[in-house]
């Protein structure tokens, strides 16, 4: 989560409600970075932290559940579960990064 805090404030964006369009002023943004540069780390910022608030919220599942319960994930199981995670949200810094591009129009 401290990623995500001084992500977004090295980065400073403001979004054009009528539009869909963001405005940045932060330190990236003014040292003439691509705009590919600049959407991936926007979206590793943003992605970064959902590992970590799915391992919070799969021990707090076990500590509710019990060990006895059918529901219990094993430990195995719970690292497998994170891994995938981990390569979806890879996959979808790399799909940013490679899809991004500018409009013809902006």
């Given at each position: 989560l401290v990623v995500?805090?001084?992500g977004?404030?090295?980065l400073r964006i403001?979004?054009?409600?009528?539009f869909s369009a963001f405005y940045c002023e932060g330190?990236?943004?003014r040292i003439g970075l691509e705009n590919t540069t600049l959407m991936a780390f926007l979206n590793t910022v943003i992605v970064t932290h959902f590992p970590c608030i799915l391992s919070v919220l799969v021990s707090l599942h076990q500590?509710?559940?019990g060990a006895?319960?059918?529901w219990t994930l094993p430990r195995s199981?719970?690292?497998i579960l994170t891994a995938?995670?981990?390569?979806i949200l890879v996959l979808n810094i790399i799909g940013f990064v490679f899809l991004a591009k500018d409009s013809d129009d902006a």
């Open positions: 995500f805090d001084v977004f404030f090295l403001y979004f054009v409600p009528p330190i990236i943004c500590a509710v559940v006895s319960n059918k199981k719970q690292n995938i995670i981990i390569a």
